[in-house]
């Protein structure tokens, strides 16, 4: 590419519009919901409300969004503290759970009035993914109540709520287990759905799908197991108009399509694909029934999701030609589809597709969103060798700013990043935190490490027993591999992550020597403490990462970087929410205090009303700011530029 009319700068200096501002002001949207022609939605505002969680509605065929839900109702649950499924239709009514006080409120979709409660004051009980029972006049809904005694202590169960007498009457439907989720009414309302999983297992590890009858009294009988058990992970039961139920299951090694048919459960397209996400979140779909004999969906391979029709009849699965690289909360409803879809050149906005035409028509996209094409690196796809004989998987960005040009044979620093789960996957959708550094003239590689999802059971089982040292490696690897190829200075890379992330960060400092700095964004640095603090959901997940407490606390304390702080040569940032009840302010604090005493250079930078990430504009802004300026200053990068001749 020609360097005429172009800045000769150092990489890291290059002068860029997309600014911590513009990354963190974007509004997000998420949990579609198809209705009578309308797609329901939440939208998160971080600038405009300090990240309000808003239902809007819009017509399937376009037009203006309507608001739902008036400030300051925040139509957000914390069941599982992740949260998802917030809210349900039942005809023209819509009921949400609101942050504040996690009661079940109601209001006329096309009424100007105050949402009501549903659910009673005084219990710390929590709601998610709800249906409308409409044969008996209430709600089926997962319930999470917390009892005084501590907050593993939470019971988990499926319970029916009276929408007569304002829900004052609550019914538990099924409890016992640990967890439930997905429960799904069969179209004659006559059976029921669902869900649900033991300790020691996450959802993703092994769960079961069971089916109940209705008897006269609405109450549950008949109880069947259809699929799943400790080793086979079953997620997202749908039924079809005439009764058949479908469900994704792993039981081939990925999560794969099938239905329960004449009394057996059948494959409906084996491939070497995943057709869904981990389960983190509550009310995901990547699949749905448009008809009988159609479904859409979607699913990943080598890290992109696209988009497909199965024929139920002849079990074929027709690949859709799209632009969209990742596709999330699937809703069918006769003869079209809609999601939230995004690409490499486009963040994440709400589409329509129609099956007759094949055409995508662009229904909503949030306020805020500012892509600037000049400015977008495109994402290559890299498979790089790792420890133990396989291969890892990663997006690579290179520098990209028509404006400006390198110095002559300068290589670009990197910033290499660890997404979070650490079973999630980051895709290739655009990001403006990633473009926010390549713009600058900083290389990023975005790290899928062992464990991720999007890769089989196989892949996402690799960190079993291996937290700390697999998803480190495939960092160090990845970017050693850049290296190698001259693409990168392997001098110049630093580490940053959030969550698992944030863990895998530290301890890339901590065992590894090759990054020049790191920004850990609340992320877990002592795993027994952890082990010992943490809420339910996940209060047993060290079990499969790391090994059995306390027969196996050694390795706890191994393999946690507060007990090697000594190791942590390089300069690190630590950013933390103070009211994260996912990974409590102690961490970061524990890795600070240790640090600090071994006068090792540690900046923490703490951020009040924040939780588990930074949905606040002024901090997601703050942090991303940090963070460049940190890496900046360690790597020795000033804003400095000069014109080219």
């Known amino acids: 590419m020609s360097s005429v009319g172009k800045s000769v700068s150092p990489y890291g200096t290059w002068e860029s519009s997309i600014t911590a501002k513009s990354v963190a002001s974007g509004n997000h949207v998420f949990e579609l919901k198809l209705h009578d022609g309308d797609v329901y939605f939440v939208e998160v505002r971080p600038l405009e409300e300090n990240a309000r969680y808003s239902i809007m509605k819009v017509r399937s065929s376009g037009g203006s969004s309507v608001e739902i839900t008036p400030a300051p109702f925040h139509a957000r649950t914390t069941v599982h503290e992740?949260?998802?499924?917030?809210?349900?239709?039942?005809?023209?009514?819509?009921?949400?759970?609101?942050?504040?006080?996690?009661?079940?409120?109601?209001?006329?979709?096309?009424?100007?009035?105050?949402?009501?409660?549903?659910?009673?004051?005084?219990?710390?009980?929590?709601?998610?993914?709800?249906?409308?029972?409409?044969?008996?006049?209430?709600?089926?809904?997962?319930?999470?109540?917390?009892?005084?005694?501590?907050?593993?202590?939470?019971?988990?169960?499926?319970?029916?709520?009276?929408?007569?007498?304002?829900?004052?009457?609550?019914?538990?439907?099924?409890?016992?287990?640990?967890?439930?989720?997905?429960?799904?009414?069969?179209?004659?309302?006559?059976?029921?759905?669902?869900?649900?999983?033991?300790?020691?297992?996450?959802?993703?590890?092994?769960?079961?799908?069971w089916v109940g009858e209705f008897d006269s009294g609405g109450r549950l009988q008949h109880k069947t197991k259809i699929a799943g058990g400790l080793d086979e992970s079953v997620t997202q039961p749908n039924w079809s108009p005439s009764g058949n139920l479908y469900f994704i299951s792993d039981r081939s090694g990925w999560w794969n399509l099938y239905r329960q048919w004449e009394g057996n459960v059948e494959a409906l397209c084996p491939k070497s694909a995943d057709f869904c996400h981990p389960d983190w979140n509550l009310g995901f779909s990547t699949?749905?029934?448009?008809?009988?004999?159609?479904?859409?969906?979607?699913?990943?391979?080598?890290?992109?999701?696209?988009?497909?029709?199965?024929?139920?009849?002849?079990?074929?699965?027709?690949?859709?030609?799209?632009?969209?690289?990742?596709?999330?909360?699937?809703?069918?409803?006769?003869?079209?589809?809609?999601?939230?879809?995004?690409?490499?050149?486009?963040?994440?906005?709400?589409?329509?597709?129609?099956?007759?035409?094949?055409?995508?028509?662009?229904?909503?996209?949030?306020?805020?969103?500012?892509?600037?094409?000049?400015?977008?690196?495109?994402?290559?796809?890299?498979?790089?060798?790792?420890?133990?004989?396989?291969?890892?998987?990663?997006?690579?960005?290179?520098?990209?700013?028509?404006?400006?040009?390198?110095?002559?044979?300068?290589?670009?620093?990197?910033?290499?990043?660890?997404?979070?789960g650490p079973t999630h996957a980051s895709s290739n959708a655009l990001r403006g935190s990633i473009q926010f550094f390549t713009s600058r003239g900083f290389a990023v590689l975005d790290v899928n490490y062992g464990g991720s999802s999007a890769f089989g059971r196989e892949y996402r089982r690799r960190l079993n027993g291996q937290w700390g040292i697999v998803d480190v490696e495939d960092c160090v690897n990845g970017a050693m591999s850049l290296a190698r190829e001259s693409k990168v200075d392997g001098n110049?890379?630093?580490?940053?992550?959030?969550?698992?992330?944030?863990?895998?960060?530290?301890?890339?400092?901590?065992?590894?020597k090759l990054f020049k700095a790191g920004a850990c964004s609340f992320g877990i640095s002592d795993l027994e403490r952890w082990e010992l603090d943490c809420h339910k959901f996940e209060s047993q997940y060290l079990h499969s990462l790391i090994g059995s407490y306390p027969q196996e606390r050694e390795l706890f304390l191994d393999r946690s970087p507060t007990s090697h702080v000594e190791n942590v040569s390089a300069p690190l940032l630590v950013l933390q929410g103070l009211k994260d009840k996912v990974v409590p302010p102690s961490q970061s604090e524990l890795i600070v205090q240790g640090l600090r005493r071994k006068n090792r250079t540690v900046e923490y930078v703490e951020f009040e009303g924040e939780q588990h990430g930074f949905r606040q504009a002024k901090h997601a802004e703050e942090a991303l700011e940090k963070e460049l300026s940190f890496f900046m200053s360690v790597l020795g990068i000033r804003s400095i530029s000069q014109e080219s001749p």
């Not at 998802?84 to 504040?100: D, K, P, R």
């Not at 209430?138 to 009892?147: A, F, Y």
């Not at 016992?176 to 429960?183: I, K, R, V």
């Open 82 to 209: 992740y949260g998802g499924g917030g809210f349900l239709l039942a005809g023209e009514t819509i009921i949400f759970s609101n942050f504040t006080d996690q009661r079940l409120y109601k209001k006329q979709v096309d009424s100007n009035e105050i949402p009501i409660p549903v659910t009673s004051a005084g219990t710390d009980s929590r709601y998610a993914d709800g249906i409308f029972d409409e044969t008996r006049k209430r709600i089926i809904s997962v319930r999470e109540h917390h009892p005084v005694t501590g907050k593993r202590d939470a019971v988990n169960s499926i319970v029916g709520i009276s929408l007569e007498n304002n829900g004052a009457k609550e019914e538990v439907l099924l409890s016992g287990n640990d967890f439930y989720a997905f429960p799904r009414l069969s179209p004659d309302q006559t059976k029921l759905a669902w869900i649900t999983w033991n300790f020691p297992n996450m959802p993703f590890d092994g769960s079961e799908l």
């Open 287 to 420: 699949y749905a029934i448009e008809s009988e004999k159609r479904i859409i969906c979607t699913f990943a391979e080598d890290g992109e999701w696209k988009l497909a029709s199965l024929d139920t009849d002849f079990l074929h699965l027709e690949p859709i030609e799209s632009p969209f690289t990742d596709i999330q909360y699937v809703q069918a409803s006769q003869g079209y589809a809609v999601f939230l879809a995004g690409s490499p050149r486009e963040s994440q906005c709400i589409f329509r597709y129609d099956f007759s035409s094949g055409g995508f028509q662009k229904i909503y996209e949030s306020p805020g969103e500012s892509d600037d094409e000049d400015l977008t690196s495109l994402p290559t796809m890299i498979t790089f060798p790792t420890s133990n004989n396989v291969k890892a998987h990663a997006f690579y960005y290179e520098p990209h700013n028509p404006k400006f040009v390198s110095i002559q044979d300068e290589l670009p620093p990197l910033v290499v990043m660890a997404h979070g």
């Open 492 to 512: 110049r890379a630093v580490v940053r992550g959030g969550s698992a992330g944030g863990w895998t960060t530290l301890c890339a400092l901590t065992f590894s």
